[in-house]
């Protein structure tokens, strides 16, 4: 089983690394570059967390894959390797963002759509939701297919539910159904 608490702290060590080389934003792309690998290549994921392939080879094929990362996030990928941790690689990204957006003093909003948002839209979100909330914001969009209409916001553990689903469930409610 996998911890964000062992995530974090490689997250947070990546950053301090990061800043301290005035490349936050590179970093994060890196590091978003190889998780979209991981993701997009199964037999790539397969290949770095099988426990029988020796962390050399494991190590070679990220370095021959990924012949641009930076020496900061090279060393943090081979580190995990080396420390049986590949499968962290994703929560290792994801804290990474958290550490951001904490740091820079954005507030993190998901928003979960039936379809991706256009431009004017998400400026619009945007800003309603920063002047709510008096803080800026750092808007992470995410697609559920499953879902007819709407949308689904959640801010700091709070959710604005304002799906065609969640409609729908309010009306039954009120139906008696």
Same mark, same amino acid.
């Given at each position: 089983?996998?911890? &964000? ?11 301090? &690394? ?11 792309? !890196? ?17 770095? #967390?099988?426990?029988?392939? #020796?962390?050399?080879?494991? =190590?070679?094929?990220? %370095?021959?894959?990924?012949? /641009?990362? #930076? ?7 081979? +580190? ?9 690689? /994703? ?5 990474? &963002? ?10 993190? &909003? ?8 256009? !431009? ?5 979100? #945007?800003?309603?939701? %920063? ?11 995410? =697609? /559920?297919?499953? +879902?007819i209409g709407g949308a689904r =916001? ?9 799906? +065609?689903?969640?409609?729908?469930g309010k009306l039954r409610a009120?139906?008696? !159904?």
């Open positions: 089983m996998r911890a &964000v608490g062992i995530a974090r702290k490689y997250a947070d060590a990546l950053y301090q &690394v990061a800043e301290e080389k005035n490349a936050i934003e590179a970093t994060e792309r !890196e590091l978003r570059t190889i998780v979209d690998g991981l993701q997009g290549t199964p037999e790539f994921g397969r290949f770095l #967390s099988h426990p029988l392939i #020796s962390k050399t080879n494991k =190590i070679e094929l990220v %370095e021959t894959t990924f012949p /641009d990362l #930076s020496t900061h996030s090279g060393n943090m990928l081979r +580190l995990l390797i080396r420390n049986r941790r590949e499968s962290y690689l /994703d929560l290792v990204y994801d804290q990474f &963002v958290e550490v951001r957006i904490e740091a820079q003093g954005f507030v993190k &909003v998901d928003v979960i759509a039936a379809r991706p948002l256009d !431009e004017e839209e998400s400026r619009k979100l #945007s800003t309603r939701l %920063e002047t709510a909330l008096g803080r800026q914001i750092q808007l992470e969009e995410r =697609i /559920d297919e499953k +879902l =916001i959640e801010i700091d553990g709070r959710v604005i539910d304002g799906t +065609l689903w969640a409609r729908l009120l139906l008696g !159904e």
